[in-house]
């Protein structure tokens, strides 16, 4: 079975600091990953994937992440934090169509 | 690019009534679609998985009585909420995968209300 766990329910940065959103994940076979954002009452933006072609991956709004095999991790980073950042960051691994999420980390922009 | 379109985007109706969510692909062919549901602060949770033309395969625990899926064409897949109760009140989204592609494009999502 295929699972991600975010580490960290809520991540406070202040603007112009690096943000890092953690994601590992358990996979049997080589994993799709997503990172999605989801603004308040809105739907989900994918931000970037990984599909097994090069493990560093950017994505939009300056956003980019590290696929490594050896620690199953893809964590998320952009290194200066907007205000307009502020959002739920979504992980989800993909073998087949179906998407896994996991549970979501908050991330606050302060000024 | 792909959008995804759900109506409504809020919707309140009274407890043991029917609800119908539309989840269209715009501009693309979508072979499947997913429906999840989210409860506030909380993840998104796969209900089912809807299959032009098939029958929908729903997710342990998703009443499919409870939860009708109906994919009737390429760029149109249903979900109706049966005998509404104040505990379906949630954020349903619906996504879509391109039939020629990976992608899985997401709408923006439907608020339900049952009072």
Same mark, same amino acid.
């Given at each position: ?8 329910? /809520?991540?406070s940065v202040s603007e112009g600091a690096l943000v890092?959103?953690?994601?590992? $994940? ?5 994993? $799709?990953? #997503?990172? $999605? ?25 300056g @956003?980019?992440?590290? #696929? ?5 991790? @893809? /964590?998320?980073?952009k290194p200066s934090a907007h205000m307009s950042d502020a959002?739920?960051? #979504?992980?989800?691994?993909? /073998?087949?169509?179906?998407?896994? @999420? ?7 922009v302060f000024p | =690019?792909? !959008? *995804? ?5 809020? !919707?309140?109706?009274?407890? %043991?009534?029917? *609800?119908?969510?539309? +989840? ?28 032009? %033309?098939?029958? &929908?395969?729903?997710?342990? =625990? *998703? ?8 994919? &009737? ?20 989204? +619906?996504? &879509?995968?391109? =039939? ?6 997401? =709408?923006? %999502?439907?608020?339900?209300? !049952? *009072?």
């Amino acid at each position: 079975a295929q699972s991600v766990t975010q580490l960290g329910s /809520h991540v406070s940065v202040s603007e112009g600091a690096l943000v890092l959103l953690r994601c590992n $994940y358990s996979s049997s076979v080589p994993p $799709y990953l #997503f990172w $999605y954002v989801q603004y308040p009452n809105q739907g989900l933006q994918l931000l970037l994937k990984y599909t097994s072609a090069a493990t560093l991956v950017k994505g939009i709004n300056g @956003f980019e992440a590290e #696929f490594k095999k050896s620690e199953t991790s @893809f /964590h998320l980073t952009k290194p200066s934090a907007h205000m307009s950042d502020a959002a739920e960051y #979504f992980c989800a691994v993909s /073998h087949t169509d179906k998407l896994i @999420f996991g549970t979501g980390t908050r991330l606050q922009v302060f000024p | =690019g792909a !959008v *995804v379109s759900q109506h409504p985007s809020r !919707v309140i109706c009274k407890s %043991g009534t029917s *609800v119908k969510i539309e +989840c269209r692909s715009l501009d693309f062919q979508a072979t499947t679609m997913f429906w999840y549901r989210q409860f506030p602060k909380q993840s998104l949770m796969l209900m089912a998985t809807s299959n032009e %033309g098939s029958k &929908a395969t729903y997710e342990q =625990g *998703v009443e499919k009585d409870k939860f009708l899926i109906n994919h &009737a064409s390429l760029t149109l897949s249903t979900l109706t909420v049966t005998s509404a109760h104040p505990e379906d009140s949630s954020f349903y989204i +619906c996504s &879509a995968r391109r =039939g020629d592609g990976n992608t899985i494009y997401f =709408g923006e %999502g439907s608020w339900l209300t !049952v *009072v």
